[in-house]
């Protein structure tokens, strides 16, 4: 059995005083429980204050992006041993604005999820097609690049340590959200590419999640899939009692 994870992306949301409200008033509704992974990746500057806020707490804090080097000449950049620093628990890596707006190719990508894996930082590796793509039929194209490219230099023990994110582009931060048949058929096609990559107990295991406009009002139907074993939330996680109740809806299955 897999356990659902929920993770908030803030992307470029709250700071740390914003950071500092949201969890008095969310950990005040969240009630820990073991049957659930609950993960908020905030912005570097606050992934302090995140952490503090929920020391004792089961929740996980991540980062956005990190970059694949130790350190060096790269303005603007953060390393793995920085974030490790911070004690975070994940990275969030490929997700479609580091592809679209920042340019991130499939193999630098693929760089990063190395590094991330061999740092002991659990990534959630994000993939999922354009609108365009999907009304050329290119969708199973796409995954199987992004996927067979990232998966290129892991073994099945490392590729067992990472989360794979399917978040349609043309479904995020828009208010449309794949249907549950939509979500389900590209997250079995990745199930697959993986048993086709490495064995079926890697596939298995695997968790896959679900991004792109999720809330409350359609979390139900979509975390009741089969295959989709969480979700990857921006904007309905940004409010403490709608993350809350997604939480709460990903119990119930
Ligand atoms: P929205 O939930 O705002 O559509 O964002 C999804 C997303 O990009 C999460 O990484």
């Known amino acids: 059995m897999r356990k659902p994870f929920i993770a908030g992306n803030w992307k470029m949301h709250n700071g740390i005083r914003e950071t500092k409200e949201f969890f008095a008033r969310f950990l005040g509704m969240y009630l820990d429980s073991s049957e659930v992974d609950v993960a908020i990746a905030p912005v570097f500057t606050a992934i302090e204050a995140a952490k503090n806020a929920c020391k004792g707490r089961r929740v996980y804090i991540g980062a956005q992006n990190m970059h694949m080097e130790d350190k060096g000449a790269f303005t603007g950049e953060i390393a793995p ?43 959630i590796f994000c993939v999922g097609e354009t609108l365009q793509e999907r009304e050329n039929e290119k969708t199973e194209t796409i995954l199987r ?5 990232a998966f290129n230099n892991l073994d099945a023990k490392e590729v067992s340590r990472v989360i794979v994110a399917y978040e349609p582009v043309w479904a995020i931060g828009t208010g ?38 999720v809330k409350p009002a359609n979390a139900r139907e979509l975390l009741s899939v089969p295959d989709i074993d ?24």
């Open 176 to 213: 449309e959200t794949a249907t549950p048949r939509i979500a389900g058929d590209a997250h079995i096609f990745i199930r697959n590419r993986i048993k086709e990559l490495y064995n079926a107990v890697a596939a298995e295991d695997m968790r896959i999640l679900y991004g792109g406009s």
């Open 81 to 123: 041993g920085m974030l490790k620093e911070l004690d975070v628990d994940f990275v969030i890596l490929g997700h479609s604005e580091r592809r679209h707006i920042f340019g991130e190719t499939n193999n630098t990508i693929a760089l990063k999820l190395k590094k991330a894996v061999l740092e002991g930082l659990l990534p």
């Open 230 to 253: 969480g979700a990857l939330i921006g904007g309905a996680s940004l409010q403490p009692d709608s993350f809350a109740e997604i939480i709460k809806i990903s119990l119930e299955g």
């Open 145 to 149: 690049e992004q996927l067979d490219t």
